[in-house]
């Protein structure tokens, strides 16, 4: 049960650049989400989607764009990289109909220069 | 006033301690508490997950929660090297999955 997998695990982009962060999970939940997490800031988000087709904009939208593409794939994209995204960007999911919290990959570690 | 505060430590114990973690919110209508492990450059994982106030225990684990205080704690008991990481507390309004994290509390136990 490989839960939530997130790629690429690290990458570096040049300002200006553009990427798509993957997230699939395989627990059949209906909510993923996108944090970003910076020392001393904690965990941030930035997108969310409660289901298939719907997605919301959390604490720290700006710069990004979400695609939920199916039940399993909510993808995030930086259009125009700048050094602020510098980052580290975690996906979760989660069920409402059970909750039990959510359930973290393990991390895509982004720099920008 | 962020809704979750929590100290960000680091907190530095020897092996076997007792380790008390806390935070405190604002929120008198958060009802599922739950703490997270992260350890280094590593996602988040469930620890612990209580319902309303009450204790619940889970090995060396103890998940304390006082919602007339607006106050949670995770005890440690004889700590090890290896729950050496970062710790967030995180808490939800009933009937919602909108959770609301701390920023974490940074612990080291030396052998």
């Known amino acids: 049960n490989a839960g939530v997998t997130q790629t690429p695990k690290f990458q570096v982009l040049k300002t200006g650049q553009s990427m798509t962060l993957q997230c699939a999970q395989d627990m059949n939940h209906n909510s993923m989400y996108w944090y970003r997490q910076d020392p001393g800031m904690g965990l941030r988000l930035i997108y969310y989607?409660?289901?298939?087709?719907?997605?919301d904009k959390g604490e720290v939208p700006n710069g990004y764009n979400v695609s939920r593409l199916n039940k399993r794939e909510f993808s995030l994209r930086l259009e125009s990289a700048a050094p602020s995204q510098t980052s580290v960007y975690f996906c979760a999911s989660s069920e409402m109909a059970n909750f039990m919290g959510y359930t973290f990959g393990s991390g895509t570690r982004l720099t920008v220069v | 006033q962020k809704e979750v505060e929590q100290d960000p430590g680091p907190l530095s114990v020897p092996e076997g301690a007792i380790v008390s973690l806390n935070c405190t919110y604002s929120?008198?209508?958060?009802?599922?508490f739950m703490w997270y492990r992260q350890y280094s450059r590593k996602g988040p994982e469930l620890l612990m997950y209580t319902y309303s106030s009450g204790n619940k225990e889970d090995g060396r684990f103890t998940a304390q929660v006082d919602k007339s205080s607006k106050y949670i704690s995770l005890f440690i008991r004889d700590s090890q090297p290896s729950d050496s990481a970062t710790y967030l507390c995180?808490?939800?309004?009933?009937?919602?999955?909108?959770?609301?994290f701390g920023t974490g509390t940074r612990l080291q136990v030396f052998p």
């Open positions: 989607s409660a289901s298939e087709g719907t997605t």
């Open positions: 995180a808490m939800s309004v009933g009937n919602t999955d909108k959770l609301i």
């Open positions: 929120n008198s209508a958060f009802q599922y």
